[in-house]
């Protein structure tokens, strides 16, 4: 199965802008829907996108309007480009095929929004 490993995190002011990217070890063309979860400390994992092959991008209504999925089935690679990011959106972030394939998790990448 396919194995997803995420880059990108890192330390940001509230404001700021962070672009997550999510390599996968095979083809995500096939892949009908990728999502972008993520779990702060203390909290469930949560889906904040999922994207289907074809039609609409659906968002959690925290993140709506401030985060934006695409993928590049060429590249086996999906982005998160994060904007307006505030200290509630601190988190481990992930991706996977949605609903989630529970092998498929990577490590995540750490976001922390903070000033």
């Known amino acids: 199965q396919v194995q997803f490993v995420e880059s990108g995190g890192g330390l940001v002011q509230p404001g700021g802008s962070l672009r997550l990217s999510c390599a996968a070890s095979g083809s995500i063309a096939s892949i009908y829907v990728m999502g972008w979860y993520r779990q702060a400390p203390g909290k469930q994992r949560e889906l904040v996108a999922s994207?289907?092959?074809?039609?609409?991008?659906n968002y959690a209504d925290s993140v709506k309007g401030r985060f934006t999925t695409s993928r590049d089935n060429a590249k086996n690679t999906v982005y998160l480009q994060m904007n307006s990011l505030k200290p509630d959106d601190t988190a481990v972030y992930y991706c996977?095929?949605?609903?989630?394939?529970?092998?498929?998790w990577g490590q995540g990448t750490q976001v922390t929004v903070s000033s």
């Open positions: 994207m289907p092959r074809f039609g609409r991008i």
């Open positions: 996977n095929t949605a609903p989630a394939t529970q092998g498929s």
